[in-house]
């Protein structure tokens, strides 16, 4: 089978690295992917902001199967446009992915469908918003509801500071089109989760817990990134927790949304609070995480295209997916700089000596190659991923990966697991 994964990031690598694995696999071709990919199948620079340049792509090179991974790709509906074209292609439709791209759209089926998440109000306008901050206790939530490359929730310790993040996302406008309306919610205090699942529409099956660190900075200080690092599992958290998240979550949402006639096809990712009153949804997306695929796609057993085609015919109920009992982790390298600004193009080194490293495998996010070799060109630059008996072993083995790589500036947390 020939297939082409949409994106550029180290998720995408991840999904690479385990699809190569598939004696399924013919032709792999990643779009647009980045210097490590390259050493998995083709990279194609194609416009993914264009669905008709990849439907083409698709057709043209006999592609069977597209995985897509970014967020504002599935917003824009390419699943849709290839499934019209008779292609397979996992992920939700425009319509089902709006979980993750309306987090107004996202509390509304949550609060019609009782599932356990934050109070909260959705706001247009900046006044009205500001009085409803006055009957709230702080600290306080605020979010654009739309997509905003992952910076768009704030946290308000103060009345002063909530009133001037609602002029800025509702007047001054700084998360453009994703920010005409905002939800604001209630702080919500305990250990976050990422919890995925895979989707066929009626059924679900749940991935071991995981959980990322967003923060850039050590005992998650700083502004919030992407995702710095993983951990699955999670250890810690009582053995009710996972099926407790599927019964009052995952599959209600799954019901819902198929009974709005938008059945979920894909990965389904709840980020989560596990609060005293138990588990709460902090936001859902309608894709893989990232970095966490860079931990689980180092511990899936089972084919990842087996996988991938039972959620898109809905046989998933027939499909025995196994994870190994092991422990993976994944430091993220970062630029200089980032989340903020950051320089491109510096040298890396020492990939090959760490990939040497037993259990490691080395990710690529923001990295492109040209003449003097592997350059630097994004904000996350490098997941290190390893495996061990445990979360101990493995972050000591990957730490010791991590010592060989450099380049000029890379800020990595030394904390991971914390
Ligand atoms: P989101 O993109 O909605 O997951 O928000 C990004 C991050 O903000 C989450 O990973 C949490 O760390 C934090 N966050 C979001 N909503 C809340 C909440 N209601 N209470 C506390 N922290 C939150
Ligand atoms: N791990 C954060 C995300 O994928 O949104």
Known sequence: MNILIIGSGGREHALAWKITQSKRLQKLYI????????????????DIKNNQE??????????EMVVVGPDDVLAQGLVDDLTKAHIKAFGPTKIAAKIEWSKAYAKK???KNNIPTA???????????????????MPIVIKASGLALGKGVVISKTFEEAEKTVDEILVKNIFGPAGQEIVIEEYLEGKEISVHAFCDGKTVALFPIS????????????????????????????????????????????????????????????????TKE???????????????????????KTDLIDIIEACIDGSLKNLKIIWEKKAACCIMIASKGYPGTYKKGDAIYGLKKAE??????????????????????G?????????????????????????QIQFDGMQYRKDISK
């Open 119 to 137: 109070a909260y109000a959705t706001f247009h306008d900046a006044e009205k918003a500001k009085k409803y901050l006055q009957t709230q206790k």
């Open 31 to 46: 779009a647009p992917g980045n210097a490590g990919t390259e050493s998995l199948g083709i990279n194609v620079p194609l």
């Open 109 to 111: 089926i949550m609060r």
């Open 356 to 377: 040497e490293f037993k259990d490691v495998v080395i990710f690529h996010s923001g990295t492109k190659k040209n003449k003097e070799g592997v350059v630097t060109n």
């Open 278 to 300: 138990g588990p709460k949804v902090l936001e859902f997306n309608s894709r893989f995480g990232d970095p966490e695929t860079q931990s689980y796609m180092r511990i899936l």
């Open 54 to 63: 990849i439907v083409s792509f698709a057709k043209k090179n006999r592609v």
């Open 379 to 403: 904000g996350r630059v490098l997941g290190v991923s390893v495996t061990g008996k445990n979360i101990k072993e493995a972050l000591k083995k990957a730490y010791l990966a991590v010592d």
């Open 211 to 274: 959980k990322d660190h967003k923060q850039i900075f050590e005992d998650n200080k700083g502004p919030n990134t992407g995702g710095m690092g993983t951990i699955v599992p999670v250890e810690g958290i009582t053995k009710k927790t996972l099926p407790k998240i599927e019964e009052k979550i995952v599959k209600p949402v799954l019901k819902a949304l198929q009974k709005e006639g938008r059945p979920f096809k894909g990965c389904l990712y709840p980020g989560i609070m596990l």
